[in-house]
């Protein structure tokens, strides 16, 4: 089974930058299609970006729309989510998730990973 572990997440400031990284292992990458999640406390999980095996990306939700980018590294089985222009109310815990296959289609992904907290405050 596809294992996933997130990690680079940490405290920054307002209009700061993160990048978070997606290890895959167990299975090639180049098979599936990753997606970014977050979910803060009480409040539905939220997509973010896909990037499906073929490299398509998606943009889930139209707040990080022109701050986030998504990457893969198919040779490193590396997934990466670059967090630019940080406000306080992407302060959550992010989660990658894959799904065998090219589509996106949210309700697809059955491997994730534990989760990075993303914390943006001055």
């Known amino acids: 089974q596809l294992q996933l572990v997130e990690s680079g997440g940490g405290l920054v400031q307002p209009g700061g930058f993160l990048r978070l990284s997606c290890a895959a292992s167990?299975?090639?990458?180049?098979?599936?299609?990753i997606g970014w999640f977050r979910q803060a406390p009480g409040k539905e999980r939220e997509g973010v970006l896909c990037?499906?095996?073929?490299?398509?990306?998606?943009i889930y939700t139209e707040s990080v729309k022109g701050r986030f980018a998504v990457a893969r590294d198919n040779a490193k089985n590396m997934v990466y989510l670059q967090m630019n222009s940080l406000k306080p109310e992407d302060t959550v815990v992010y989660y990658c998730?894959?799904?065998?296959?090219?589509?996106?289609?949210?309700?697809?992904?059955?491997?994730w990973g534990q989760g990075t907290l993303v914390t943006v405050s001055s």
């Open positions: 998730a894959g799904s065998y296959g090219s589509s996106c289609n949210r309700n697809f992904f059955d491997a």
């Open positions: 167990g299975f090639s990458l180049d098979e599936y299609t």
């Open positions: 990037i499906s095996s073929s490299g398509v990306r998606t």
